[in-house]
């Protein structure tokens, strides 16, 4: 990977409290949250495997911290947090539900460096206040409206299901009056808080109508469509799929970044609920070339019914959290097996 650009991502849940107590959100009971001293620690960890691979294989990184929750907004230390890591030479990115962005906290966020704030939003106003509870979806709005107003690059990030596939043409004109840089799609995945939505994912079908519908809205407007589903990715691919033994694209788990959650454990991605390690206990160089689950995730030749012999494989693999998902419904801890909603397969 000799000079290879290497764009690596570490999506941290600084805590899985949350403001709102809405129907996938809320969680009860007492989290046991890494303190500021841990997580320094933890991000020194880390910035020691990223200096390593730079000196030693010649690579051109270009790492960020990515902080969510739950609420990042309810640790009294983020912005602490935040300047460890900018002093640390690394990008910020922050993912929030937007209702405790008041000016006061756009302009912190702004003084701060942070790179962009990627905003949920479920729908429009009756999905999102019925998923989240009333009045949530105008705090949020308002907490955009700041953002943007302050200079900050703010997104908005939204997961389909039937609930609010059929809003996508409004929420990309809300997405342009709002005047955020990009609204991104992305597909449930039932598990975790998503379960109880599990009826309401798409089936193969409405993703590949979805997303080939997606692409008008590429062509025109001011504000960026995307998607970070590798699905989506390929719907609109063309010309030749490169042949490559490691993966070049598509699913990022375990090739371009991990998840560490509020207590250290470390997992592929944020919905694949798989630890691998805890931050805490572990060297982050040494678990990123070692774990047997990390390491297979990269190997072509372990995919099973159909991802192992597809020509998209270098630049999808499905998304491995749904793939894991749907295997744990039918009592299989299966994350290497077919994407049940890939309509290529």
Known sequence: MKGTPYDFFVQWHLTERCNLRCRHCYQSGAVSEMSYQEICGAIDNVKSAFKSWV???????????????GEPFL???????????????????LM???????????????????????????????????????????????????????????????????????ETGELV??????????IAFSRLVPTGRGKGLSSEALSREEVARFYDGLQKFK???????????????ISGMEGDIPQTEMPVGGCAAGIFGVTITANGTIMPCRR???????????????????????????????????CESCRYWSVCRGCRAIALAYARASGDEDYLGPDPQCPYR
Not at 173 to 182: H, I, K, P, R, Y
Request: hydrophobic residues 40%; contains cysteine.
């Open 55 to 69: 000196t030693e294989y010649d690579m051109q990184m270009s790492p960020s911290f990515h902080f969510t929750g």
């Open 75 to 93: 640790r009294k230390d983020l912005f602490e947090i935040i300047g460890y890591v900018r002093d640390c030479g690394f990008s910020v990115s």
């Open 96 to 166: 929030s539900n937007g209702t405790l962005i008041d000016i006061d906290m756009a302009r912190r966020i702004k003084e701060a460096g942070v790179a962009d704030v990627q905003i949920s939003l479920d729908g429009l106003e009756i999905t999102h206040d019925n998923l989240r509870g009333r009045g949530s979806f105008s705090r949020t709005l308002k907490g955009i409206r700041n953002l943007v107003a302050e200079g900050v690059e703010a997104n908005i990030n939204l997961t389909v299901s039937r609930l609010n596939m059929g």
């Open 173 to 182: 004109c809300l997405a342009e009056e709002l005047g955020v840089g990009a």
């Open 219 to 233: 062509k025109k407007g001011k504000v960026v469509v995307t998607s970070r589903d590798p699905l989506a990715a």
């Open 272 to 306: 694949m609920d798989l630890s691998v390690g805890n931050i805490k206990e572990v060297s982050f160089r040494e678990l990123w070339v070692e774990s047997p689950v990390l390491w297979s995730l990269r190997k072509q030749e372990v995919y099973h019914n159909g």
